[in-house]
């Protein structure tokens, strides 16, 4: 994907989302909507309180059930932790997002840990988490070094060296590990890992209305990731994938991705070591619970090596087409869902998965109302 392809994305994404600073109001819609309000506050009726660490948590509806819900400065929680600049957000340093019910007793046990793909900021773009938190789930989505892109750093190499580089790479930008392939250049202080343990130990005193913070915190902090579920969009799927393969998982849920691969775009690509010894090590998340989302008309990243990925690591064969209401319901052994061809327009069928709805074929414009999100993304969150 060009660096034009990638932002001609994002300002669709910025139109879809707004500008707010806060998530987006609920729309007249019964969906919560990506509208946002016009002056980047609360809109009238919504509950405001603040910890001492941070802005106001706001607690409204969000796709019909009352949510609560925030933004962080990532460098305002640690030492090391810069900011990082976000194409979505116009250049200004992206935000960690939070969100979880408001009524903490419908809290359901599980957290949602979620990465957002390359140049985009989660204080703009967090539907996915709004709906998981509408579920009684808890979820936050990290800002992280995502101005560098695993494939602009690794398919300029040579053969050999592009095997190793994109399981170096993204293992730099998640732990901080050497070695690192210039232009990447991650502390461990700014990995991913380091920027969720802070973002979760502060949220304590960001959101003191809730107080399971400190528990979801305290399992981050000892690995224990079985009541995590994590996802990604895009080059953030592999995020989730890596995570997951190191450590055991509720679930692995990639929307879009992950779509590694040496010689990448070309018809004898084939997969990165890190994909290639996935199943092998084995992974501590099982297959049985990844689950995949992409659109067919995807072209900012390569279906056919999506699909080529899913195979390697076990993601369930077969793919189901996209259901946009509760009727029919997915058969519960799918695991991949697929937009069926037709969407002609690329790149919003890239971000198509991650709005809470997106129109009909041939353009599937981020935001329009002909396809719900919805019931997909439940799925992919509650299947059992």
């Known amino acids: 994907m060009t660096p ?22 609920p729309s007249s819609a ?24 941070g802005g106001a948590v706001i607690c409204d509806s969000q796709f019909g059930a009352n949510v609560c819900h925030g933004i962080v400065d990532p460098t305002t929680l640690g030492s090391g932790i810069h900011a990082v600049p976000s194409q979505t957000a116009n250049g ?6 939070f969100c979880r019910p408001a009524d903490p007793h419908a809290y359901s046990g599980v957290a949602l840990l979620h990465f957002v793909g390359t140049l985009d900021d989660p204080e703009l773009d967090n539907a996915f988490p709004r709906l998981a938190c509408s579920l009684g789930y808890a979820a936050i989505a990290p800002m992280w070094e995502n101005a560098v892109e695993v494939g602009v750093v690794c398919d300029p190499l040579a053969q050999a060296q592009q095997a190793t580089c994109y399981g170096e790479t993204r293992r730099a930008i998640l732990y901080g590990d050497k070695p690192q392939i210039p232009p990447v250049d991650v502390s461990t202080a700014d990995s991913i890992m380091n920027r969720t343990a802070t973002l ?24 224990d990731f079985s009541s995590f579920i994590l996802s990604g969009h895009s080059q953030g799927s592999g995020y989730a994938l890596m995570l997951g393969g190191d450590f055991a998982a509720q679930r ?14 070309k018809p004898d690509n084939s997969a990165a070591d890190w994909l290639s010894s996935f199943s092998a090590l084995p992974p501590k998340t099982p297959p049985s619970r990844y689950y995949a989302y992409y659109n067919d008309g995807d072209t900012v990243g390569s279906v056919p090596q999506y699909q080529a990925n899913y195979d390697l690591i ?7 087409d996209f259901v946009g209401a509760a009727k029919p319901a997915y058969a519960p052994a799918c695991r991949r869902v697929v937009f069926p061809a037709g969407c002609t327009d690329g790149l919003n069928a890239h971000g198509d998965v991650t709005v809470a709805s997106f129109g009909a074929p041939p353009t599937c414009a981020l935001g329009a109302p002909a396809n719900d999100n919805q019931f997909t993304w439940r799925f992919l969150l509650t299947n059992p």
């Not at 979760?200 to 399992?219: C, E, R, V």
Request: hydrophobic letters at 40%; a negative charge.
């Open 30 to 53: 019964s969906d919560g909507g990506d509208a946002a309000t016009s002056d980047g506050g609360a809109p009238d009726g919504v509950a405001e309180t603040g910890g001492s660490d």
């Open 92 to 97: 200004k340093p992206g935000m960690d997002f």
């Open 4 to 25: 034009f392809d990638r932002f001609v994305l994002l300002a669709s994404l910025i139109a879809v989302v707004g500008c707010s600073s806060t998530p987006a109001a």
């Open 200 to 223: 979760l130990a502060g949220l304590a005193a960001i959101d003191p209305g809730f107080s399971t913070w400190k528990d979801i915190s305290d399992q981050f902090v000892v690995k």
């Open 314 to 320: 076990h993601v369930g064969a077969t793919a189901c």
């Open 252 to 265: 692995v849920i990639m929307l879009a991705g992950p779509d590694d691969r040496v010689d990448s775009g």
